[in-house]
DNA sequence: ATGAATGCAAACTTTTTGCAGGACT
DNA sequence: AGTCCTGCAAAAAGTTTGCATTCAT
């Protein structure tokens, strides 16, 4: 955890950037809720707790500064805010979320699958895959089974 | 043509919903733009041509429903904007994007590379796919070679 | 005439910006 | 002293809502 923000604080360093306490706030919640995709107004009540006097548009400006930086990756997941999710030790973020539109539950998968898609992409058409991307909607395993069970239920449709 | 708007006319009646001419004006921009992702105000915008009096707010709200219908897919792409896309006869919507970081250019790839993946989802999670969506970000051929012609000039970095 | 749909304007939400004051070097 | 950073408030930008009017049955 410290190692961590060690290491932001150097690569903002690196950039002459500084790592002010209202900037280490916002790291920490961020690592404390890695788990999570928190948007703005989320990350702005926690760090809040830990230093009441910061204001909104701070943690905007750090969140835009740390994605920049390539330290959190800015996220939409078309809820109408942007979210943001600390970016792994290997600077790719191999995520896949499955996303129920039942339930509205999201797993992630860290597994990647896309490798073999990525070289077909740099062969096939020139290009150079930095980051991706993939989410699917669909029924999850719970929402699954709850179908399932329901089906007497639903003789109407 | 023609036939695709009347077929969104019976989905829209089949709920009790009429095709006025506000709405056929949006749904005929939206298919005479197929291939891009046209946002709110782009849309508002060329149904303003044939339709000088429509409002904004009339164009959201038939994107809204239109949206409810499953006839176009409501997107986001991060840059702040919802975008709209007429759904593919199939109601599946396998669309990839590349999307460059450089020059911010946008390839879309129709291909569905993922069918392996979604079966292996459906078998490993027990996750049932109805759509998904996959973008890349990374450096397109073009800019690949610009940059790579250039190379002379960046000695500095 | 009844209910649905529209246009306009106002409201709301999320994010950005301007600016004066503070902190650190 | 100079520059970066902050908080606050105002402004933007995108979207939604309320309401009176219009339209089609």
Same mark, same amino acid.
């Given at each position: 955890?410290?190692? !961590?923000?060690? /290491?932001? /604080?150097?690569? @903002?360093?690196?950039?002459?950037?500084?790592?002010?306490?209202? !900037?280490?706030?916002?790291?920490? %919640?961020?690592?404390?809720?890695? =788990?999570d995709h @928190?948007?703005?107004?989320?990350?702005?009540?926690?760090?809040?707790?830990?230093?009441?006097?910061?204001? #909104?548009?701070? %943690? *905007?400006?750090?969140?835009?500064? #740390?994605?920049?930086? &390539?330290?959190?990756?800015?996220?939409?997941f078309g809820d109408g %805010?942007?979210r *943001?999710?600390?970016?792994?030790?290997?600077?790719? &973020?191999? &995520?896949?979320h499955l996303i129920c539109v039942q339930c509205g539950s999201m797993t992630e998968?860290? =597994?990647?699958?896309?490798?073999?898609?990525?070289?077909? @992409?740099? /062969?096939?058409?020139?290009?150079?895959?930095?980051?991706? !991307? @993939?989410d699917f909607q669909g029924i999850c395993a719970k929402c699954?089974?709850a !179908?399932?069970?329901?089906?007497? =239920?639903?003789?109407?449709?």
């Open positions: 955890m410290e190692a !961590r923000i060690e /290491k932001v /604080k150097q690569q @903002l360093q690196s950039q002459g950037y500084k790592l002010t306490p209202q !900037r280490e706030a916002t790291v920490r %919640v961020l690592l404390e809720n890695e =788990e @928190l948007s703005a107004e989320d990350v702005f009540m926690l760090v809040k707790e830990k230093a009441p006097e910061i204001g #909104l548009a701070t %943690v *905007y400006r750090t969140l835009e500064l #740390l994605s920049e930086m &390539h330290v959190v990756e800015k996220m939409n %805010v942007a *943001y999710d600390l970016r792994t030790e290997s600077n790719k &973020h191999h &995520h896949h998968i860290m =597994e990647d699958w896309l490798i073999p898609l990525e070289e077909r @992409l740099e /062969k096939e058409y020139g290009f150079s895959v930095l980051d991706h !991307r @993939l699954n089974a !179908r399932a069970s329901e089906t007497k =239920e639903e003789t109407d449709k």
